[in-house]
């Protein structure tokens, strides 16, 4: 099956240094950059510590910005030290990071947790909680008046995934094929990786692609905030529920700092700049990871895995 980038997505403009209003300053690095130089407002290079949090582009780098700065602000303020933010296109490059020691802590997406955990022991701090749920899916996507009613009826139809490690925008819809003995490499006419669930989301919108696999959390938070949005696209199938997409650490992460932050995270939705940042990003609260809810997805990564 062939794969091809979609450029009109994926020509993302260069990540911006933004503003921040913690008394240590939060550093956003630009995408893509393998070993970024860490400064500050006054181009002073920091010294001291730095927590290095790494996030998978579930969302695109702008919007990232938007959503992670409240959290990155609250961790720095609590920390007392700078807080620098590394995105990476793609998960594998942030389970990389994780990996070589150039990340402390990292959001991944569940599917980027399953692999990290089997192949280099990444290891899980804590699990958002989502409208009181600590689980969520992977739904297939399609324009309004289209007349699809489940992944079965896009036989020889465009599809956007997310990013090859990806559960919701690449494991699920490979296993919701494959479970049925079809081939999930033959199906489809034409597919494309977009790297973000919101650039899926507006490529089904916008008649780029004819349907996509994205994460629930990001798509229901999508049409709540874009009535117009929600007209344009409607859910055909879903995946089974597994755990939401955790916070994580390395194999070489301090036992210290880790259990530092899993008091900071715990604790956020008690503080009133730790609940601006969960709004922020669409969460209840962080709670202790309860791994029984990987169980399946850990199955299904196993039984397609040759096929990502």
């Not at 062939?2 to 997505?9: D, P, Q, S, Y």
């Not at 919007?63 to 990155?72: A, D, H, K, S």
């Not at 992977?138 to 490690?165: C, H, N, W």
């Not at 507006?202 to 780029?208: H, K, M, N, P, Q």
């Amino acid at each position: 099956m062939r794969k091809v980038l979609m450029a009109i997505w994926i020509a993302l403009l260069p990540v911006l240094v933004s503003g921040c209003a913690a008394t240590q300053p939060v550093v956003t690095v630009r995408l893509g950059d393998p070993d970024p130089a860490v400064t500050i407002k006054n181009k002073q290079i920091v010294e001291g510590p730095v927590l290095r949090v790494a996030v998978s582009s579930i969302l695109s780098p702008k919007e990232t910005l938007t959503v992670y700065q409240p959290l990155l602000d609250y961790l720095a303020g609590q920390l007392g030290y700078p807080v620098v933010l590394l995105q990476r296109r793609t998960y594998r490059e942030v389970n990389e990071l994780l990996q070589n020691s150039g990340a402390d802590v990292a959001f991944v997406c569940s599917g980027g947790y399953v692999a990290g955990s089997q192949m280099f022991g990444m290891e899980i701090l804590a699990q958002p909680e989502v409208n009181g749920r600590n689980t969520y899916q992977s739904y297939i996507i399609v324009q309004a008046e289209s007349t699809a009613l489940s992944i079965l009826d896009l036989q020889g139809k465009t599809f956007a995934f997310t990013d090859p490690m990806s559960f919701s925008g690449r494991i699920a819809p490979v296993y919701m094929l494959v479970s049925r003995g079809i081939d999930s490499d033959k199906f489809f006419s034409r597919t494309f990786y977009t790297y973000s669930h919101d650039n899926s989301i507006r490529a089904v919108a916008d008649g780029i692609v004819e349907a996509a696999a994205v994460d629930s959390m990001v798509y229901d938070r999508a049409v709540e905030k874009n009535q117009d949005l929600a007209k344009r696209v409607k859910v055909i199938d879903r995946s089974p529920l597994v755990g939401n997409p955790p916070v994580v650490a390395g194999p070489h992460t301090d036992e210290r700092l880790k259990n530092r932050l899993r008091a900071l995270l715990f604790a956020m939705h008690e503080d009133k700049a730790g609940k601006t940042a969960l709004k922020s990003l669409g969460y209840d609260r962080f709670v202790q990871p309860d791994e029984a809810t990987y169980v399946e997805l850990k199955a299904i990564w196993l039984m397609v895995r040759n096929k990502l």
